[in-house]
């Protein structure tokens, strides 16, 4: 007699798994594939990996499950989940645009924002993921903005911080000069008097010159008229001069001497 004896695998394999860390690459990605998860899974005959590869970017940071599967030769499958932490170790290039001169307005402020300064910085997970940026003055505290007021006349140093998705920084410097534009304020006397309503934006002393008089003659010897001048100079050497005109009139009848002949 003779007979056929077919032979089943009926057990399936034992996928056994292990959790990684992958970092992104210069292009800002990376990818698993099955057999770096794989922790000496097993099975009686043989098995292949049947899970294909998963491919991760910026906005995969941190941990992402991926799934192992195993299939031995009679079609029986295993499987058991990894956990993939992606991160990103590369930190982006900070470039800064030139913002100086920094020109305080008529109060004396001037408000700059991190995004002015940034020059097209890269980094390898962008622009799929966005950066932020932030700017301090002279090494103090970083913030999206810098208010500039009259404290901060002259050279300084000013820094731009670009940070990744990942929390990665790059920073770039350059020196700006924070100038006073603007003119003091002052009034001249509507007739007689000196001058009146000296202000300033930065300056709270500004010096005040009275000019020398210029006279100007008139129709007769006993009528001209003096333009009286007051120039007022700020600490950052802004200047304003002001004016008024002063008529000096002869209102004085003639008279007359009759004699007797």
Not at 39 to 48: E, G, M, P, R, V
Not at 64 to 70: A, V
Not at 110 to 124: C, E, G, H, K, M
Not at 147 to 171: I, K, M, P
Request: aromatic share 8%; charged share 10%.
């Amino acid at each position: 007699h003779t007979f056929t004896v077919n032979v089943v695998d009926t057990q399936a394999p034992t996928a056994k798994c292990k959790d990684i860390t992958l970092s992104l690459d210069a292009m800002g990605s990376t990818t698993v594939t099955a057999p770096q998860v794989d922790n000496l899974s097993t099975d009686n005959c043989f098995f292949s990996y049947s899970s294909g590869s998963a491919s991760y970017n910026c906005t995969n940071l941190g941990p992402n499950n991926y799934t192992l599967q195993i299939t031995d030769g009679s079609g029986n499958t295993g499987t058991c989940v990894s956990v993939v932490t992606v991160q990103d170790l590369i930190p982006p290039v900070a470039l800064c645009t030139n913002v100086s001169p920094i020109n305080l307005d008529a109060n004396g402020s001037f408000v700059l924002n991190a995004t002015t300064v940034n020059n097209n910085s890269t980094d390898n997970t962008f622009p799929q993921c966005a950066m932020s940026y932030a700017v301090s003055l002279d090494g103090g505290a970083f913030g999206p903005t810098f208010s500039f007021d009259c404290s901060h006349l002259g050279n300084r140093l000013l820094t731009l911080r670009v940070t990744d998705a990942a929390g990665n920084t790059a920073t770039c410097t350059q020196v700006v000069d924070v100038k006073d534009v603007t003119p003091p304020s002052i009034t001249a006397p509507a007739n007689t008097g000196t001058f009146s309503g000296v202000s300033d934006n930065c300056d709270f002393n500004v010096a005040v010159v009275q000019q020398p008089d210029v006279f100007v003659p008139g129709s007769c010897a006993n009528s001209f008229s003096i333009i009286r001048s007051w120039k007022a100079t700020d600490d950052s050497n802004n200047m304003t001069t002001v004016s008024h005109t002063v008529f000096v009139q002869d209102v004085e009848d003639p008279i007359f001497n009759i004699q007797n002949t």
